[in-house]
Each structure stands twice: as structure tokens, then as C-alpha cells.
């Protein structure tokens, strides 16, 4: 499924989502979207949905604010991410991915200061659960009855659904399948179902991801390079923000983790539950403070 998000829509998405105080935004959004806001110890940080970038963020929200700062998390789709971001609206987005949102980076990367990168390698396609007899997206075909015949999707916006209709389903001939459009979370909720029950299920799915810690499952190889073959997730900020708040940016610059650090993250943060993203953080942060300590050394 293509993008269809204009430059002047994705703006007014991140507008309205300003002016409206969206989920995931604290405290008085109208007041820290000020176009002349010089408070340097406030950052506001964009996210989109997807548990590795849940998991950052509320990560460097703990650790900013542990250094005095106040930090407002705002949770956005993709378009309104790299549009606020490229426009000031939003200082920071922690999962900016190059290859995924390949038409994002074309429309707004002009706009916007790549600040660091801090995962080196990401992989996305289908997954199925280890007792599947499936390793490769060529050998879905013809599985169709096997697997209900749906391929559990997420975000309709995201990179990853875009390269599983737009390229996925003509490479490999997946026309038998209904690819459900959906979210992350019911996605997840999905896979939890069939896998209680060891039925047969496939689901869009992307490394690292706590999901391969927990459960059986395998990542599918991607013969035809359909989904975009390895990606890295990258910081980027708004060029305001990068030049007003030098230590930030510096801290951020320094960001860095291993598969294994974000995916014991991100199931501290799945085992304590929804809206205990910030208390599961604090443990894994008082667990691992020799990793976080040089990120934040000179705030």
C-alpha cells in the first residue's frame, strides 16, 4: 500500500495532533509548541508504535529527566513523525529508518539533522511459529488452508505493509492470502492466540523484537529481497532543536545498542504491562547502568 500523505497533509497531522494533545503527550502541548520556544531543557520526542521505539523513548525520557530535563512524548504515525520533526514541531525521532521509509527521508531529509544511529541492523518480513514447516517466503504458497489463509499485519502506514503489497505479494504469489492490515498490538495479541493453542499462524514481523525471545518463532528468508533486505534505525532531530541544544544532541550522538539490550528492554516493558512503560524502564536503567552511563556523561 502506497503513502499517500502529502508534505501539507503530514504537516497538518502533526498540527492537529499538537493542538489537540494526542496520546502519549503530557502536560500543555500548546505551550511547549510555541514557534519561539528557546527553553532548552524541555525536548519533546516523537514516536511511532512499534516496541523498539516505544522502548527508546521512554528509555531517554527516564534518563533526560533523571539530568533535570522535562520531556513530553508524543506518539504519531509516520508521516506526521518526519513532518514534525523536519518542521520544529517535534525535537526528536528515535526509530528514522532509511530504506522503510525510504519516501519519508526523499520528502523530508532535507529538513531534518540525522543526529546518531542506534541500531546497526534490522530485518523485516513474515514470520511463522517454529513448528511451522516454513523457512522461506517462496514455500508460503500453496500453504494458504494451512495458515487460515491470512498473513497477520501491522500498521497500514508502515514500511513494512508497504512492502508486503506493493512487492511481497506479486514476488512470491501470495494473491491466496488476505493480508490483514491492522496494528502491532493485535498483531501480537494474534500471534499470543495461536501460539497458546500451537495453531498455525503468519504474521508480519521484524529483528530484533522481543517476540523471537519469547516465543518459538522464525523470520522467513527473503529470497526476492522483497522487504528491503537490512536497514539500521537512525536519530534524527529538528535542525532548531540540534542547534539550540548542543549537550542533547551530543548525548543522543553517543546512543547505541545491541539486539540483545533493546530486546531484554522491550520485554521488561511488555512483562509490566500497558502504561507501566516508565517504571519498567527505571529497572532495566538501575540494571544496565554501565551501558547508559557514557550516553548521558556530559549532561
Not at 491470512?150 to 493480508?179: K, W
Not at 494474534?190 to 514481523?205: G, Y
Not at 539550540?244 to 512483562?271: C, Q, W, Y
Amino acid at each position: 500500500m502506497a503513502h499517500a500523505v502529502t508534505r501539507r497533509t503530514a504537516l497538518g497531522l502533526a498540527a492537529a495532533a499538537v493542538a489537540a494533545g494526542t496520546v502519549g503527550c503530557s502536560g500543555n502541548p500548546q505551550a511547549v509548541y510555541d514557534g519561539n520556544r528557546g527553553d532548552s531543557r524541555t525536548v519533546v520526542i516523537g514516536y511511532i508504535g512499534w516496541d523498539e521505539n516505544i522502548a527508546n523513548s521512554y528509555l531517554w525520557k527516564e534518563l533526560l529527566e533523571r539530568k533535570g530535563y522535562r520531556v513530553q512524548l508524543m506518539n504519531l504515525e509516520a508521516a506526521a513523525l518526519y513532518a514534525g520533526v523536519a518542521s520544529g514541531q517535534l525535537d526528536v525521532f528515535m526509530a528514522a529508518t532509511p530504506q522503510i521509509h525510504a519516501d519519508y527521508w526523499d520528502r523530508f531529509g532535507k529538513d531534518f539533522a540525522v543526529v546518531g544511529q542506534w541500531l546497526d541492523h534490522v530485518i523485516q518480513g513474515i514470520a511463522v511459529p517454529t513448528y511451522v514447516p516454513v523457512r522461506s517466503t517462496d514455500e508460503l504458497k500453496g500453504r494458504e488452508a494451512e495458515l487460515g489463509g491470512r498473513i497477520i499485519g501491522i500498521e497500514a502506514g508502515s514500511g513494512l505493509m508497504r512492502f508486503i503489497h506493493e512487492n511481497a505479494v506479486g514476488d512470491y504469489e501470495l494473491q491466496g492470502y488476505e493480508i490483514v492490515d491492522g496494528s502491532t498490538p493485535a498483531m501480537l495479541a494474534a500471534l499470543d492466540k495461536a501460539l497458546s493453542k500451537k495453531e498455525p499462524i503468519a504474521v508480519t514481523l521484524w529483528k530484533p523484537h522481543w517476540a523471537f525471545a519469547k516465543y518459538p518463532m522464525r523470520l522467513l528468508k527473503d529470497p526476492e529481497g522483497s522487504f528491503g533486505g537490512s536497514d539500521v534505525l537512525k536519530v534524527i532531530g529538528s535542525k532548531r532543536f540540534v542547534s539550540r541544544n548542543g549537550p542533547v544532541s551530543r548525548a543522543l550522538a553517543k546512543f547505541h545498542m545491541t539486539p540483545e539490550e533493546i530486546g531484554s528492554l522491550e520485554l521488561e516493558i511488555t512483562d509490566a504491562g500497558r502504561g507501566k512503560e516508565q517504571e519498567a524502564v527505571r529497572r532495566w536503567v538501575d540494571q544496565n547502568e554501565k551501558a547508559v552511563r557514557p550516553w548521558t556523561a556530559e549532561l
